[in-house]
């Protein structure tokens, strides 16, 4: 494996790790803010009927909307990052 495969793998692996965090982390704020706003927690498909159509459909496009939001842009984030570093690294080689 050459350097610039080794490093595009490396990349790769950042960048899911940083948007699975990402995504934890958007959905715990979602989490927070239902609370914050309804005084409970937001419907899970666990749960038995305690929610209307409205409240899920809801939870569903806010948590999703979110969530898919904070991994493209995490994965956006580390890409440049990894083209920076190693594009600084080319240029002190």
Do not use: C, Y
């Amino acid at each position: 494996m050459n350097d610039e495969q080794q490093e595009s793998m490396l990349a790769k692996i950042a960048g899911t790790v940083v948007a699975l965090a990402a995504a934890w982390i958007a959905h715990k704020a979602i989490n927070a803010a239902w609370k914050a706003a309804s005084g409970h927690q937001p419907p899970t498909p666990d749960d038995e009927g305690d929610s209307g159509l409205g409240e899920l459909v809801a939870a569903a496009a806010a948590t999703g909307a979110v969530v898919a939001v904070s991994r493209v842009l995490a994965t956006r984030g580390t890409k440049t990052f990894a083209s920076r570093v190693n594009r600084n690294r080319l240029t002190a080689s």
